[in-house]
C-alpha cells in the first residue's frame, strides 16, 4: 500500500470506520485550542530512557504511534529520563537506529524519522532524588505552558522502562515532585511492567507500595502479550461467533495447550533470567492471561472491569498444582553462561498443567507449555476436541479436530477438519480450513503489542492491562510449585539445545489426553 504519513495522519483517534464525526477530523484541522480544551497537552516521560526496553521496544512504538498519526508533533511532548549525562541529540542518535519504516516509502522515512526525535527531550537525573524531579517537573511544565494547556487539563504519562526495584522510589518522586491536577480532565498514568514481585508475598509488597501512592485507575501494569492482535481478537471470536458458542465447553472439548517456543536461550539476559526462570519469565503472565481469555464466561459488556472481572474468577477456579502435573527442564549448556549459578536449578523449560474447577471446564486440562533454546519460535492457542462417537469412517487415525490460534509468528487461525481426500476413491484426510493474516489482510500491518498498550494507556482503557487482584491470583497460584523449585525440591530435566524439550514433557502431554496427529504439518501460505 505504501502508506505515507500524509496519508495515515487522517487517521483518527477512533478505532471505528463509521464514525463520520471522526473521519472529517484531519491532523491539520486539529488545533491548539482541541489540545487544550477537551484533553489538556499531553507529556509522555520514559523513565529508563537510555535502557535496552526503551530503545528496543518503549521509543520504537512510540515512533509507530507517531507514523500513523496517533500521536502528534503540536500537542505531545516526549521526554527521556535516566541518570546517563546525555544531551538530546545524544539519546536521539541512541533510538534513531530501532526505528524501523514499515510500509513508509524511504524517500519520507527519514523526513518522518527527523520530526519524531525531534519532539524528544532529554532529563538526566537519579531515580530517588529531589533534584531531577524538580527538573523534570519544570520541564514538562514549560511544554504544557507554550502549548497554553491550563493545568488541571494536561496529561501525563510516566513509562517506567526500569527495573521494579526502583518503582517505589521513582513512584514516589513522581507523586511528590511532578503530578498535575486532575479537575479538568486531567491525569497522572503510570506503566509498570513485569516482574512485579518473585512470589506471592513480594509482589503483594511491591502492590501495596505502589498503591499507598497511586490509584489503581493510574497504574497500568503491561502485560505485552494481551497488546498482542490475535490475543486482543479471542473475545471477538469467541463471544460474537454464534458457531463457537455450544462448542466452547467440557462436552466437546478434550484439552487444551497454551504454547511458547523459543529457538534461543537466555542471550545475555542469563543473569535476570536465572533469578526467575521460565514460570515467572513466560508461564505466570503471558500463557496465564492467554488462559483466562480463553476459559472466561461472557463479561456482560466490555468495560474493562466487568472483562477484568471474568478472568479473575476464572483464576479463582484453578486447583493447586500437583506435582505429577509438572515437567521442568534446563537446556544443556545453560550453567555456561558467566552470569548464571554454576548450580543453578533454574528451569529453562516447563510444562505445566492447569485444572479449571468450574461448570465449563471440569475435566478439561490446560496445558500451558513454556521453553528457551527449543527446535522452533513460535506461540499458539491448540484447542483439541473430543473424538467424534461412533465414527464410521474410522477418521481417528487421522486426527482429531484442531483449532489453532497462531499468536505468532505468522498469525493465523485454522481448523483442522477431516475431509473427503479429493478423487474417486472414498477416503479420509485431515484438512484444514485457513485464516492466514498476512494473506487475507494484506493491507494491514500488525501492530506491535507495546503500540497498542501505549495507545490504550493514553486512552484510559485498561482492558487490556493488569489488575492487582489479578496479579495477586495468578502469583497464589504459581507460588507453591515456584518456592518448591527454589529450594531445590523439584529438578528440571536436562534437554539438548535445539529439541522439543524434555521427553517427559510429551508423556504428560499424552497422559494429559492430547493426542498428537502424526503426518500432518499445517504450513502458513507463502503469499
Ligand atoms: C518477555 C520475556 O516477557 O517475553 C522474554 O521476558 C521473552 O524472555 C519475551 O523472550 C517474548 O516476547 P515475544 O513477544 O517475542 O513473544
Request: glycine share 6%.
Given at each position: 500500500m505504501g502508506s505515507t504519513v500524509s496519508s495515515v495522519l487522517k487517521r483518527s483517534d477512533s478505532f471505528s470506520d463509521d464514525d463520520e464525526s471522526v473521519k472529517s477530523t484531519t491532523s491539520s484541522q486539529r488545533t491548539e485550542a482541541e489540545c487544550t480544551s477537551e484533553n489538556g497537552c499531553l507529556s509522555i516521560v520514559v523513565l529508563g530512557a537510555s535502557g535496552d526496553l526503551a530503545k528496543k521496544k518503549t521509543f520504537p512504538a512510540l515512533f509507530n504511534l507517531f507514523k500513523q498519526g496517533f500521536i502528534q508533533e503540536n500537542e505531545v511532548q516526549i521526554f527521556g529520563y535516566a541518570r546517563t549525562k546525555l544531551s538530546d541529540d545524544e539519546?536521539?542518535?541512541?533510538?534513531?537506529?530501532?526505528?524501523?519504516?514499515?510500509?513508509?516509502?524511504?524517500?519520507?522515512?527519514?523526513?518522518?524519522?527527523?520530526?519524531?526525535?525531534?519532539?524528544?527531550?532529554?532529563v538526566s537525573g537519579s531515580y530517588d532524588d529531589k533534584a531531577g524531579f524538580v527538573l523534570l517537573d519544570e520541564k514538562i511544565s514549560e511544554h504544557e505552558a507554550r502549548r497554553g494547556s491550563?493545568?488541571?487539563?494536561?496529561?501525563?504519562l510516566f513509562y517506567l522502562a526500569l527495573p521494579p526495584s526502583v518503582y517505589p522510589p521513582v513512584c514516589e518522586m513522581i507523586q511528590h515532585f511532578c503530578m498535575n491536577k486532575s479537575d479538568q480532565g486531567g491525569w497522572t498514568r503510570v506503566v509498570v511492567e513485569k516482574p512485579f514481585g518473585k512470589d506471592l508475598a513480594s509482589s503483594e509488597e511491591l502492590s501495596s507500595q505502589l498503591g499507598e501512592l497511586f490509584d489503581e485507575k493510574q497504574l497500568y501494569r503491561i502485560d505485552h502479550?494481551?497488546?498482542?492482535?490475535?490475543?486482543?481478537?479471542?473475545?471477538?471470536?469467541?463471544?460474537?461467533?454464534?458457531?463457537?458458542?455450544?462448542?466452547?465447553?467440557?462436552?466437546?472439548?478434550?484439552?487444551?495447550?497454551?504454547?511458547?517456543?523459543?529457538?534461543?536461550?537466555?542471550?545475555?539476559?542469563?543473569?535476570?533470567?536465572?533469578?526467575?526462570?521460565?514460570?515467572?519469565?513466560?508461564?505466570?503472565?503471558?500463557?496465564?492471561?492467554?488462559?483466562?481469555?480463553?476459559?472466561?464466561?461472557?463479561?456482560?459488556?466490555?468495560?474493562p472491569e466487568n472483562i477484568r472481572d471474568e478472568k479473575v474468577k476464572?483464576?479463582?477456579?484453578?486447583?493447586?498444582?500437583?506435582?505429577?502435573?509438572?515437567?521442568?527442564?534446563?537446556?544443556?549448556?545453560?550453567?555456561?553462561?558467566?552470569?548464571?549459578?554454576?548450580?543453578?536449578?533454574?528451569?529453562?523449560?516447563?510444562?505445566?498443567?492447569?485444572?479449571?474447577?468450574?461448570?465449563?471446564?471440569?475435566?478439561?486440562p490446560f496445558i500451558l507449555k513454556a521453553g528457551k533454546a527449543l527446535n522452533s519460535r513460535k506461540a499458539e492457542i491448540r484447542i483439541q476436541f473430543k473424538d467424534v462417537p461412533g465414527d464410521i469412517f474410522r477418521s481417528k487415525k487421522?486426527?482429531?479436530?484442531?483449532?489453532?490460534?497462531?499468536?505468532?509468528?505468522?498469525?493465523?487461525?485454522?481448523?483442522?477438519?477431516?475431509?473427503?481426500?479429493?478423487?474417486?476413491?472414498?477416503?479420509?484426510?485431515l484438512s484444514e480450513m485457513d485464516l492466514s493474516y498476512k494473506q487475507r489482510y494484506q493491507e494491514v500491518p500488525i501492530p506491535e503489542a507495546y503500540e497498542r498498550l501505549i495507545l490504550d494507556t493514553i486512552r484510559g482503557d485498561q482492558q487490556h492491562f493488569v489488575r492487582r487482584d489479578e496479579l495477586k491470583a495468578a502469583w497464589e497460584i504459581f507460588t507453591p510449585l515456584l518456592h518448591r523449585i527454589d529450594d531445590g525440591e523439584?529438578?528440571?530435566?536436562?534437554y539438548k539445545v535445539g529439541s522439543r524439550g524434555p521427553d517427559e514433557a510429551d508423556k504428560l502431554l499424552a497422559k494429559a489426553g492430547y493426542v498428537q496427529t502424526h503426518g500432518y504439518v499445517w504450513a502458513p501460505p507463502t503469499q
Amino acid at each position: 500500500m505504501g502508506s505515507t504519513v500524509s496519508s495515515v495522519l487522517k487517521r483518527s483517534d477512533s478505532f471505528s470506520d463509521d464514525d463520520e464525526s471522526v473521519k472529517s477530523t484531519t491532523s491539520s484541522q486539529r488545533t491548539e485550542a482541541e489540545c487544550t480544551s477537551e484533553n489538556g497537552c499531553l507529556s509522555i516521560v520514559v523513565l529508563g530512557a537510555s535502557g535496552d526496553l526503551a530503545k528496543k521496544k518503549t521509543f520504537p512504538a512510540l515512533f509507530n504511534l507517531f507514523k500513523q498519526g496517533f500521536i502528534q508533533e503540536n500537542e505531545v511532548q516526549i521526554f527521556g529520563y535516566a541518570r546517563t549525562k546525555l544531551s538530546d541529540d545524544e539519546l536521539r542518535n541512541r533510538i534513531r537506529g530501532h526505528l524501523k519504516s514499515g510500509n513508509v516509502e524511504s524517500s519520507e522515512f527519514s523526513n518522518i524519522v527527523t520530526k519524531f526525535l525531534k519532539m524528544i527531550k532529554y532529563v538526566s537525573g537519579s531515580y530517588d532524588d529531589k533534584a531531577g524531579f524538580v527538573l523534570l517537573d519544570e520541564k514538562i511544565s514549560e511544554h504544557e505552558a507554550r502549548r497554553g494547556s491550563h493545568e488541571g487539563s494536561s496529561r501525563r504519562l510516566f513509562y517506567l522502562a526500569l527495573p521494579p526495584s526502583v518503582y517505589p522510589p521513582v513512584c514516589e518522586m513522581i507523586q511528590h515532585f511532578c503530578m498535575n491536577k486532575s479537575d479538568q480532565g486531567g491525569w497522572t498514568r503510570v506503566v509498570v511492567e513485569k516482574p512485579f514481585g518473585k512470589d506471592l508475598a513480594s509482589s503483594e509488597e511491591l502492590s501495596s507500595q505502589l498503591g499507598e501512592l497511586f490509584d489503581e485507575k493510574q497504574l497500568y501494569r503491561i502485560d505485552h502479550y494481551l497488546g498482542k492482535e490475535l490475543v486482543q481478537n479471542l473475545l471477538v471470536l469467541r463471544f460474537a461467533n454464534r458457531l463457537f458458542l455450544p462448542l466452547w465447553n467440557r462436552d466437546n472439548i478434550d484439552n487444551i495447550q497454551i504454547v511458547f517456543r523459543e529457538d534461543f536461550g537466555t542471550e545475555g539476559r542469563g543473569g535476570y533470567f536465572d533469578e526467575y526462570g521460565i514460570i515467572r519469565d513466560i508461564i505466570q503472565n503471558h500463557l496465564l492471561q492467554v488462559l483466562c481469555l480463553v476459559a472466561m464466561e461472557k463479561p456482560i459488556s466490555l468495560s474493562p472491569e466487568n472483562i477484568r472481572d471474568e478472568k479473575v474468577k476464572v483464576l479463582h477456579s484453578v486447583l493447586p498444582i500437583e506435582d505429577e502435573d509438572v515437567v521442568l527442564g534446563q537446556y544443556e549448556g545453560y550453567k555456561d553462561d558467566p552470569t548464571v549459578s554454576k548450580n543453578s536449578n533454574t528451569p529453562t523449560f516447563a510444562t505445566v498443567v492447569l485444572r479449571v474447577q468450574n461448570e465449563r471446564w471440569e475435566g478439561v486440562p490446560f496445558i500451558l507449555k513454556a521453553g528457551k533454546a527449543l527446535n522452533s519460535r513460535k506461540a499458539e492457542i491448540r484447542i483439541q476436541f473430543k473424538d467424534v462417537p461412533g465414527d464410521i469412517f474410522r477418521s481417528k487415525k487421522q486426527g482429531r479436530n484442531e483449532f489453532v490460534i497462531r499468536l505468532q509468528p505468522s498469525e493465523a487461525m485454522y481448523m483442522k477438519l477431516t475431509v473427503k481426500r479429493p478423487g474417486l476413491e472414498m477416503s479420509t484426510v485431515l484438512s484444514e480450513m485457513d485464516l492466514s493474516y498476512k494473506q487475507r489482510y494484506q493491507e494491514v500491518p500488525i501492530p506491535e503489542a507495546y503500540e497498542r498498550l501505549i495507545l490504550d494507556t493514553i486512552r484510559g482503557d485498561q482492558q487490556h492491562f493488569v489488575r492487582r487482584d489479578e496479579l495477586k491470583a495468578a502469583w497464589e497460584i504459581f507460588t507453591p510449585l515456584l518456592h518448591r523449585i527454589d529450594d531445590g525440591e523439584l529438578k528440571p530435566i536436562p534437554y539438548k539445545v535445539g529439541s522439543r524439550g524434555p521427553d517427559e514433557a510429551d508423556k504428560l502431554l499424552a497422559k494429559a489426553g492430547y493426542v498428537q496427529t502424526h503426518g500432518y504439518v499445517w504450513a502458513p501460505p507463502t503469499q
